[in-house]
Nanobody
Framework: QVQLVESGGGSVQAGDSLRLSCAAS????????MGWFRQAPGKERESVAA????????YYADSVRGRFTISRDNAKNTGYLQMNSLKPDDTAVYYC????????????????WGQGTQVTVSS
């Protein structure tokens, strides 16, 4: 099992940027796919971005493509989600997830989850 802790959320204005971090412990992230998901109040959880364990493939929801970038620093055992040009519709609790040797596709299995970090974007 790998433990995941998100950080970097906050309250910002539309058009601002945030970088979310997902610090892993217990296992090295280098063999894990990593994904970011979000859930807004009253809505179902949705996929945001993901990266395969070998960093070959990345996936983005249409709503964030071109604005968000997923990355991973194996030396720091940390994953990131850089969010630019934020919109009020991006307001949600953001969760990171990891899967050992995962393909990183949104609908694949994600066994390890963090507790989430709140992102609030005001207009």
């Amino acid at each position: 099992q790998v433990q995941l802790v998100e950080s970097g959320g906050g309250s910002v204005q539309a058009g601002d940027s945030l970088r979310l971090s997902c610090a892993a412990s217990g296992r090295t992230l280098s063999r894990y796919a990593m994904g970011w998901f979000r859930q807004a109040p009253g809505k179902e959880r949705e996929s945001v971005a993901a990266i395969s364990w070998n960093v070959i493939n990345t996936y983005y929801a249409d709503s964030v493509r071109g604005r968000f970038t997923i990355s991973r620093d194996n030396a720091k055992n940390t994953g990131y989600l850089q969010m630019n040009s934020l919109k009020p519709d991006d307001t949600a609790v953001y969760y990171c997830a990891a899967e050992y040797l995962g393909s990183g596709t949104f609908y694949s299995k994600w066994s390890n989850w963090g507790q989430g970090t709140q992102v609030t974007v005001s207009s």
